[in-house]
């Protein structure tokens, strides 16, 4: 045994350390002293120990080893040579938390074996559940019943509580002994679940999840749907079936310091090389073709959808107002299109840009999915707990639903308070919560019947109630007509993608002569974005964060300007109402995107032209009515249109004027009546059945017609 311990070389580093921490972390050391006991965590950057000459390699070997040790070393260091306290304070190093972070390797969840237990890994994964923190008994001081004398501190281990079995101390005797809560030591405790990240899984790969125990000022820092690194020490604990103890061991991360991701656009890091590129970029003439260029380069056309995606990217400014209500700033915008016209992959480019996306298919996709679900299960000790949906992961991202005309209608409504006032409210298992979903919603559907048909109006051909539609910034229509032109220039794309994407593959396995990289790279230009991703990422992110665009007075007379043109083709009542101020919101907020884009500080008159533009292109796809030539906002935001209202109107006098005393009228007579006031026969029909459909007429027998009310 004595050989044994000889061969480990245990070597006392405190001296290392003291000159280690004198040399990098000084001022770290001195913001302790200062803040202690509101700060009592020392960072040290892993990277940085293992740069520090052989002894730093040697002690960085140490970390990942024998991770108890060199903790212990670094808290000696701390003590013996005064490094935060003085000598007579030298017992609160003890209460020092030093935690090592920036591992260079990090292990899957998947990979974790035997042999990792008891040394230091780096984990990353996405966090799934947390539990709410509480405290934790640490050391226990125990009172004993028969003679009162008070136990020395008893160290409590990681789950179970645990009482001392030897007798009293004073008076000898067996006895039980009772806990003193107010001498003994508590420490925040809290647990969360990681699952590791989908992106590294082979198809049909079940995400694996692992626990980790959170304590002290670490708890309470990290929340559902974050991205997360955790360092810290594998722990196990063995496994009781039915009281009797088994063979299995169940395994834990005892952490030691938490990193986390990029939750949102603003917290991506940007570096002073990065802010150079940005800001020349912004100057660019050509930075919104530049822009609409980079989203789904692969995709070939589609500019205005382009365009419009830009600016949900880049999203308006939401505002606080004194009375305590909140606009919203996100921008909310809806593709409706025939099959196989590329909206899925738009959405999916869409959600690898933004650094906090989901998405989700409405069709296999819950209220509770979307919103949040009532669990109950072990992991907090048998409590009902919140899981976050898609829309609250996406919190401060882009959640993007396909396939929306496929949803359930009950599942449908989960999304109208989401996308309006951006919070979920929860009322399920006693628990009442609200959620904060603050995230752009970015949609795409079907056709009723599939396709679009050209003879029918497109706002009765969207498959879904109006008012969800009527929350919608932009909706457009993606209609696939042939045409010879445009349908070659789409072929040749498609077909150049594929090629290129043929010879890389042939490449890899049967090199070429002359196919170099450089080739490659020249082949792969009308598929390769303008703007790289990762700059583009950060573009977004330092607009976001630095952009706060105020209204000139010119854009706002062109904003005024339209809205006031519009709603003019309603001076008379027997006119549609084009547009609300709904759409008039969503103007400004687009119009904030736009100045965003160019770094702006001021909304300019061209911001206002350009949103207007790609508004009223939208507005003529799903509002105009043909039959009245002018806009019918009605037809979008309450599904009937002002011409269905007016023959409802004008059905139900005729009835009135036609019926017999007991209220009693023919169909024919009525039909013949409005004919020869210049009403089709078919729209005649179609508001007789949607009458007595609403239970608002009866028809007792064929061809008879009697109102309710």
């Given at each position: 045994m004595e050989e044994d311990i000889d061969d480990l070389e245990i070597t006392d580093r405190a001296a290392d350390w003291n000159s280690f921490l004198k040399k990098h972390y000084r001022k770290e050391l001195g913001e302790i002293s200062a803040q202690y006991p509101h700060l009592k965590s020392l960072e040290i950057d892993y990277r940085e120990l293992s740069l520090w000459g052989k002894t730093g390699l040697e002690i960085a070997d140490e970390v990942l080893h024998n991770p108890g040790k060199v903790i212990g070393d670094v808290k000696d260091a701390i003590r013996n040579h005064n490094l935060i306290f003085t000598k007579d304070e030298s017992e609160k190093a003890d209460n020092i938390n030093v935690r090592f972070r920036c591992l260079p390797r990090k292990i899957d969840v998947r990979d974790i074996r035997a042999h990792h237990i008891n040394s230091f890994i780096s984990v990353e994964g996405i966090l799934r559940k947390t539990t709410e923190v509480r405290p934790r008994l640490t050391e226990a001081v125990?009172?004993?019943?028969?003679?009162?004398?008070?136990?020395a501190p008893y160290r409590q281990e990681y789950s179970r509580f645990q009482e001392p079995y030897r007798p009293c101390a004073q008076c000898e005797r067996a006895t039980k002994m009772e806990l003193v809560p107010g001498m003994s030591t508590f420490v925040d405790a809290q647990k969360l679940r990681i699952q590791e990240s989908p992106e590294g899984l082979r198809g049909g790969e079940q995400p694996q999840t692992l626990d980790v125990d959170v304590t002290d000022d670490l708890t309470g820092t990290v929340a559902p749907g974050d991205r997360v690194i955790i360092n810290g020490i594998l722990r196990s604990v063995q496994r009781m079936n039915h009281g009797n103890k088994s063979t299995l061991f169940d395994i834990y991360i005892e952490a030691n310091s938490i990193e986390i991701g990029e939750k949102e656009f603003e917290e991506v890091a940007i570096s002073e090389q990065d802010e150079e590129i940005i800001l020349n970029l912004s100057k660019d003439p050509e930075i919104y073709e530049k822009i609409s260029r980079s989203i789904a380069p692969s995709i070939f056309g589609m500019q205005d959808v382009k365009t419009a995606i830009s600016l949900v990217l880049f999203g308006g400014i939401s505002k606080e107002m004194p009375d305590g209500s909140r606009l919203r700033g996100d921008i909310h915008m809806l593709l409706v299109?025939?099959?196989?016209?590329a909206k899925s992959q738009v959405l999916r480019y869409v959600i690898k840009l933004?650094?906090?996306?989901?998405?989700?298919?409405?069709?296999?996709?819950t209220s509770a999915g979307l919103t949040a679900t009532a669990v109950k299960d072990e992991f907090g000790d048998g409590r009902w707990t919140l899981e976050a949906g898609a829309l609250v992961l996406a919190d401060m991202g882009i959640a993007a639903v396909d396939e929306m005309d496929k949803m359930a209608k009950e599942?449908?409504?989960?999304?109208?308070?989401?996308?309006?006032?951006?919070?979920?409210?929860?009322?399920?298992?006693?628990?009442?919560?609200?959620?904060?979903?603050?995230?752009?919603?970015?949609?795409?559907?079907?056709?009723?019947?599939?396709?679009?048909?050209?003879?029918?109006?497109?706002?009765?051909?969207?498959?879904?109630?109006?008012?969800?539609l009527s929350r919608f910034d932009l909706i457009f229509i993606m209609e696939d007509k042939p045409e010879e032109?445009?349908?070659?220039?789409?072929?040749?794309?498609?077909?150049?993608?594929?090629?290129v994407g043929e010879l890389i593959q042939h490449n890899k396995k049967f090199p070429m002569e002359g196919i170099d990289e450089d080739y490659i790279t020249r082949q792969l230009a009308p598929v390769t974005p303008e703007i790289d991703p990762t700059i583009f990422r950060k573009y977004i992110a330092y607009a976001k964060r630095n952009c706060f665009p105020i209204l000139s007075d010119e854009a706002r007379e062109h904003l005024i300007g339209y809205y006031l043109n519009l709603r003019s083709l309603a001076d008379d009542n027997t006119k549609p109402v084009p547009v609300t101020a709904r759409q008039l919101e969503g103007l400004v907020r687009l119009s904030e995107a736009s100045a965003r884009i160019r770094l702006s500080n001021e909304i300019e008159f061209s911001d206002a032209d350009r949103v207007i533009e790609i508004a009223d292109r939208c507005l003529k796809k799903v509002a105009y009515d043909a039959e009245t030539g002018?806009?019918?906002?009605?037809?979008?935001?309450?599904?009937?249109?002002?011409?269905?209202?007016?023959?409802?109107?004008?059905?139900?006098?005729t009835i009135r004027e036609l019926a017999d005393d007991k209220g009693f009228a023919q169909i024919s007579d009525i039909t013949s009546h409005l004919i020869s006031s210049g009403y089709k026969?078919?729209?005649?029909?179609?508001?007789?059945?949607?009458?007595?459909?609403?239970?608002?007429?009866?028809?007792?027998?064929?061809?008879?017609?009697?109102?309710i009310n």
């Open positions: 125990f009172r004993c019943l028969q003679c009162g004398t008070m136990s299109g025939d099959p196989g016209i933004s650094p906090r996306g989901i998405y989700t298919s409405g069709k296999s996709s599942d449908r409504s989960a999304l109208h308070e989401a996308m309006e006032q951006q919070t979920i409210s929860i009322a399920k298992a006693g628990i009442t919560a609200t959620l904060r979903s603050r995230c752009s919603l970015l949609g795409a559907a079907n056709p009723k019947m599939g396709r679009f048909d050209e003879y029918a109006p497109i706002a009765e051909q969207i498959n879904m109630p109006p008012s969800l032109k445009l349908d070659r220039a789409i072929g040749e794309h498609i077909l150049k993608s594929h090629s002018t806009y019918d906002i009605d037809k979008l935001v309450t599904g009937v249109s002002k011409k269905r209202r007016d023959i409802a109107r004008i059905l139900k006098e026969k078919d729209d005649i029909e179609k508001m007789v059945d949607q009458l007595t459909k609403s239970g608002e007429a009866l028809e007792p027998r064929h061809g008879v017609i009697r109102l």
